[in-house]
């Protein structure tokens, strides 16, 4: 019923910028909550950013360089990734789920839809 597309990854050097978007179409009225995982060669997904109720919530490898933010008007959730590092070298996935996490990020396995993923490179 949601269908999530995630958009402007790219390679960038160290100390670069990069902002991610992600488009929700479908039945948009039943997400609660937005998040921006990732998962790099070897290793499992990790959280990276999420928003739900007007709260933001990041994994402690990423305050303070990256912010999320939402435009409703656009269903469209976007990361903004300042002071990009090698260790942020991964393919980042949007997510959505249907209901509230409480304070806190959340595990992957309660977000419902994904996207199919936009792979980010820093040299």
């Known amino acids: 019923h949601v269908q999530l597309v995630e958009s402007g990854g790219g390679s960038v050097q160290a100390g670069g910028s990069l902002r991610l978007s992600c488009g929700a179409s479908g039945y948009t009225y039943n997400i609660k909550r937005m998040a921006w995982f990732r998962q790099a060669p070897g290793k499992e997904r990790e959280g990276v950013a999420a928003?739900?109720?007007?709260?933001?919530y990041y994994a402690d490898s990423v305050k303070g360089r990256f912010t999320i933010s939402q435009d409703t008007a656009k269903n469209t959730v976007y990361l903004q990734m300042n002071s990009l590092n090698a260790e942020d070298t991964a393919m980042y996935y949007c997510a959505a789920g249907r209901t509230y996490g409480g304070w806190r990020l959340g595990f992957a396995s309660e977000y419902n839809y994904w996207g199919q993923g936009t792979q980010v490179t820093v040299s």
């Open positions: 928003i739900s109720g007007g709260s933001t």
